[in-house]
């Protein structure tokens, strides 16, 4: 009996091969480039899963491959990019999951932003360039302006990873932003919205035949403004029950509004001075060590939780009262500059440091960095534990301070390489 993973977040993966065999499933994963895993993969035992190379971005390929998977059970799809192939591939099989229309819907933040307006739960609707009747930059500025107000956000509808945004807070700032924008290639199309002022969380939840459980909030510490990099991260943070409980009341309306009735949820929300506010709905279980930190801190595998949703099966986590374990937090590590990341330097010295700080690896030697303004920037995460999600911040931030993420120039172009596009 198997169960097959469409890709992969960077960590995780080994989380999920442990909850697959506690349930006596075999996971397979399918992935077009295994040494993307290599981290996890180098830290299993031989055979631990099945490994298929397959171009993942060609659908077809994948379906002949799931075709040939011997007791296929489940599909799971927790990235961005292959969420809604995972969707079309599901349903494709009739296997569990949700209704391909809202994983279509969660992945459009335009249409999310317009759905949550309706229901009562923003104060704004999505000013969306292919909805204007005007299709030019002047004519999407002055929507923006009239319609979002300044200081607004302006970016993808279909982005991740904190690329291809833009803070707007004056004219200046929108008509470069435009312009900047016009040059890009968009996974979606262009939208704006208002900008929430205050500080950034992300909701961790599941749910399950429409009941939503609140596992914890995660801070979400950012770069100073205008860029939206983010930084550092811990998790639980510790609301006052009141307001834990009235997140969660929020949140199981925020994720029904939009048809998000079963599994994992990544909810980002600003919390302003007169509420919460959505920032994006994610479909998937946290990035980066947020999968990690749910683990430790809550004492549980809650991938098994995912498996099980992947199964078709209420997941015990919905209803058990986990053990605990210490707050965690950590910090995205970027080099100061731009270029092939050559390694890090001070990593022995996280061994006389408090909280148990490591360093969880994300490119290798020789990689490009040549974006620092949002996560394709960082190299590599300082993690750490404490008591509280405070101090846990407090000793990552700190071991991260004895670290230095190195890079050297791009090579020169040698003389005549300009136009060159290969061959021998």
Not at 32 to 37: F, H, K, L, R, S
Not at 77 to 101: H, I, N
Request: overall charge negative; charged content about 25%.
């Amino acid at each position: 009996m198997t169960v097959v993973c469409l890709e992969s977040l960077t960590f995780g993966l080994g989380h999920l091969v442990r909850a697959a065999d506690a349930l006596g499933e075999r996971l397979c994963l399918l992935t077009g480039d295994p040494a993307y895993y290599a981290y996890e993969l180098d830290r299993l035992p031989p055979a631990a899963l099945d490994v298929v190379q397959v171009d993942t971005f060609d659908t077809e390929r994948v379906a002949d491959r799931l075709g040939r998977v011997p007791e296929l059970r489940g599909l799971i799809s927790s990235t961005d990019t292959w969420t809604l192939v995972g969707a079309e591939l599901t349903a494709r099989f009739g296997l569990p999951g949700l209704d391909a229309a809202v994983l279509r819907l969660s992945r459009d933040k335009a249409a999310v932003r317009d759905r949550l307006h309706e229901a009562g739960l923003t104060r704004a609707r999505a000013v969306d360039s292919a909805a204007l009747p005007g299709d030019g930059p002047a004519d999407f500025a002055k929507a923006v302006r009239k319609d979002a107000g300044l200081p607004a956000v302006v970016k993808d509808t279909a982005g991740t990873g904190s690329q291809n945004v833009w803070l707007v807070r004056d004219e200046a700032e929108l008509d470069a932003a435009l312009r900047e924008a016009s040059g890009r290639t968009l996974k979606g199309r262009l939208f704006a919205e208002p900008y929430f002022s205050g500080p950034v969380y992300s909701a961790e939840t599941l749910s399950w035949a429409g009941r939503t459980r609140l596992l914890g909030v995660s801070s979400r510490l950012m770069s100073r403004e205008p860029r939206f990099r983010e930084e550092v991260t811990a998790f639980p943070v510790a609301f006052p029950p009141e307001r834990h409980a009235e997140l969660e009341r929020w949140l199981d309306r925020v994720l029904a509004a939009v048809g998000y009735t079963d599994r994992f949820a990544h909810v980002e929300f600003a919390l302003t001075a007169t509420g919460p506010e959505v920032v994006e709905v994610n479909p998937r279980i946290g990035g980066a060590l947020v999968g990690e930190g749910l683990c430790r801190a809550l004492g549980v595998n809650v991938y098994e939780a995912m498996v099980e949703c992947a199964l078709g099966r209420r997941p015990r986590l919905m209803d058990l009262d986990p053990p605990g374990g210490p707050a965690v937090a950590f910090v995205l590590g970027y080099p100061d500059r731009p270029g092939v990341f050559t390694g890090v330097t001070g990593l022995d010295r996280l061994l006389d440091m408090p909280g148990s700080p490591a360093w969880f690896p994300v490119k290798s030697p020789g990689a490009r960095v040549e974006h620092l303004d949002d996560s394709r920037g960082y190299a590599g995460i300082v993690y750490a534990e404490g008591p509280t999600a405070e101090l846990a911040t407090h000793h990552a931030v700190a071991a991260a301070n004895a670290l230095r993420v190195t890079t050297e120039p791009f090579p020169e172009p040698f003389p005549g390489a300009a136009g060159r596009t290969g061959g021998g």
